[in-house]
């Protein structure tokens, strides 16, 4: 028998757990209805979060709970879902699955998702009634009968899973003793020393440790009674947990004639040997590696349906990946390399008495593995300095206190917020407080930043709370969360990374946003709110003569060259080099405010004039009386110059720093940026100008001029490094010229010089710049040239040759 | 129903918008780039920023002050946020735009 034959060819899924599922999504959300899909589960349940089984088991929540596909689900996108009715066999030749009631269904793409079974200790009893293993929710069932018994439960296997079920079990009750054949529980994530603080902190809670010791025989003859040692000891047990490991579920690929080896081996495009069958998942081998944490399985569901989907764009190719334990109260993190060896170095921090223990271990003054027992804050951050593979270098004897020592000011300083109560306030922007992002990751089943954002908008805006919304991801997912993707898209609207879209923009000579979404198969041919400026900032940066600006790919201010203000007016801001004015430009300034009733005249933090609530209709107006070039002050671009009085007055002054200030906003005005770029030159060491908390400080010396870059003093205060000394005016602009153009040609859009500074290090500028004489000239050359190509907007504007649409396109009288 | 002429359609840029004066308030015209117009009320749910001022994409725009996005045929804002806009019917005659001042009710 067949099932009904449609004009769309069907995709069957054998699985119906995270992996699988997760694919389907992906696939709905590329090609909706490319495929009649069949979904075939040998649980009775629909789609629910594994992850969430220890809480289910400690009784913290209830099955319902974890459901993350209702049946709706399946209904509303018109997808047939057979539980409780596993495929037993594939027939490759007919294209036919054959599931457990006899029935046969035909696909044209197979995807397998079988996911893993509990390995058995190979001993004498192991399939003594009472003998259980810990992988899916009917376990969780039996397990939760078997403990209200009370009695002895033994875990065999002090492995992540193992030591959550032991907290479980005894959470139920139980007397919990967990066998484990290494020196100390959690071996292969943990040194000793970890596993020690572990293993008490456990104890503490009543669970007992039994170590170095391996299983002989399982006793009893009706159901386990207890077990018996290789050394001749024996303990009782009246239910026993087996937690070594898992593996594949590999037979009905197997049987089928699938190459498999551990795991179905599937090439980086998860496809397995047959063309026509991909596979995802637990079940997978790919690159002689098999997976069993939830990050890479939702990796490899989007490479895979990105095939499905006839894209054929993307890759797989592997995962990093670190681990948490899930048991309320103890924090652990460990990734990579934590063990050290040849060639590395650790960096270690261990407070006995408050059960704290961090070791990072570099190498070439990278991160290549950490591990953090007991405060698992800075966790999130490791794992991206090690994926990023960043340079640690300028704060390596630090790097174990996080990134909060680094200077930061406001909210991301805080690092604790497992502690916070639910009522605190995560995102200040959104008001979005901790209890609601923590019920929305539980009830609406978020895994990433991403998610999280779209659905209650914590850290969506200024970002500066994203340390904390990770760390209640990581700490209400617990073992299963991994914090970032391996590779940022620029935005949903592609697969591609800031980097690959900017390298094609060079590569293919793409000259304007339309030509790199059309190159690039952009999802949504107008682009979003993300890319649009960014791509279009891209393309400028890289053909600033050919390059096509496009003004609706500007964000409104960049548009109106005024800055919109909450009311929908604007402010106007002058250009006032080095803020040097004159009694009569101050007269003027002052008669064009009153003659069109500015509301309000203020001076800005960059020591300029702003006149506030001016109406769009108004600037064309405003700017052509005022006859003063833009202050590009509402731009992602050159602010102001900020400086002190210097020499020419000041007593303590040893340099010129107003003569200074006024010439570097001479020769950078109109550049624009990744980000807003503000400036500063101070004439003495009092630095009165703050130069150290600018994306460029200059402070004067007797001998010369000393340069800062990378400060900041804004959302997360920075104090900027010094990059170098430099004797003339001249040098300093040219050294200016050439940093800020390896900014602009480097760093991603939206990033400030002091987050770059930090990413690509410092010595990296130093040796582009300042060691090596011809780049800075040609940065220079090009920073010359990109400035060029651009024109005063206001004088623009006023001469009518950019229409900003000032004016309503249309009155329509009452 | 009334109708008025707005003017053409290249009077708008394409994905962004112009704005409207009219009895009934402010009144945003997007076009997108497949050259469809929709006309809604120039004031985002959340703190009324002037949509004309926003990206338009498909469907949606986005609004400049806080990027909430609006569902122009629905005339609602994109989940997680929630609001509605008024909107307005539009007629193209070629290139000539026009816009019925009586909200569109569903």
Known sequence: MHTTVSQNPRLVVVGNGMAGIRAVEELLKMAPDLYDISVFGAEPHPNYNRILLTPVLAGEMALEETILNPLEWYAEHGIQLFTGNPVTRIDRVKRLVISADGKATHYDRLLLATGAAAAMAPVPGNHLPGVMSYRDMADVEALTRSSALGGQAVVIGGGLLGLEVAHGLRARGMEVTVIHRRAWPLDKQLDQRGGVLLQKAMEARGVRFLLGKETAEILGSAHVTGLRFSDGTEIPADVLVMTIGIKPRIELAQAAGLQCETGILVND?????????????????????????????????????????????????????????????????????FMGGEDCEEVTLLDGSQGVYKKVILQENKVVGGLLYGDTSIGPWLFQLMRDGTDVSAFRDNIVFGETHLGDAGHSGENQAARLPDNAEICGCNGVAKGSIV????????????????????????????????????????????????????????ELSHQEVRDAIVKEKLLSVRQVYAYLEWRHPAGCATCRPAVNYYVRTAWPMEGLDDPQSRF????????????????????????????????????????????????????????????????????????????????????????????????????????LAIELEKNLERMWAPHKVKLAASGCPRNCAESTIKDMGIIGVDSGWEIYVGGNGGMKVRAADLLCKVKTHEEVLEMAKAFLQMYREDAQYLERTAPWVERIGLEKIKATIVDDANTRKTLAERMDFALSQEKDPWKEAVSGRLDIHAAPMRRIPA | MEWMALGTLEEIPARGGRYVETPLGEIAVLRNENDEVFAVSNQCPHRGGPLSEGFVSGKLVFCPLHNWQ???????????????????????????????????TP
């Open chain 2, 70 to 104: 609006i569902d122009l045929e629905k005339g609602e804002a994109v989940a997680p946020d929630s609001g509605c806009v008024k909107r307005f019917p539009i007629r193209m005659e070629g290139e000539q735009i026009w816009l019925g001042l009586q909200e569109i």
């Open chain 1, 556 to 659: 409104i201010n960049e548009r109106a060259h005024a800055n919109i203000q909450k009311d929908g007016t604007y402010s106007v801001i002058p250009r006032i080099y080095g803020g040097v004015t004159s009694p009569a430009e101050l007269k003027r300034i002052a008669e064009v405010a009153e003659r069109h009733h500015v509301p309000m005249v203020k001076f800005t933090g960059g020591q300029r004039l702003d006149l506030l609530g001016v109406k769009k209709e108004d600037l064309p107006k405003i700017w052509a009386e005022l006859d003063m070039p833009s202050g590009h002050a509402y731009g992602k671009a050159l602010r102001t110059v900020k400086s002190c009085v210097g020499s020419e007055f000041c007593r303590f002054g040893v340099q010129d720093s107003t003569r």
């Open chain 1, 269 to 337: 495009t998860l496809q397995t040997y047959d063309p026509r069958i991909y596979a995802v998942g637990e079940c997978v081998q790919h690159r002689g590696q098999t997976y069993g944490l939830v990050a890479p399985l939702f990796e490899q569901a989007k490479v895979a349906a990105n095939h499905l989907a006839e894209y054929g764009r993307m890759r797989y190719q592997g995962s990093v990946t670190s681990t948490k334990l899930k048991v309320t109260g103890i924090e652990l993190f460990s990734a990579g390399n």
């Open chain 1, 439 to 494: 019920k929305a990751i539980r009830e609406q089943g978020l895994f990433t930043l991403d998610d999280v954002r779209k659905c209650t908008k914590a850290s969506a805006s200024c970002g500066s709370c994203t340390g904390l919304v990770e760390q209640l991801l990581a700490s209400t997912l617990g073992g299963f969360y991994d914090s970032t993707p391996k590779k940022k898209a620029l935005c949903g609207c592609t």
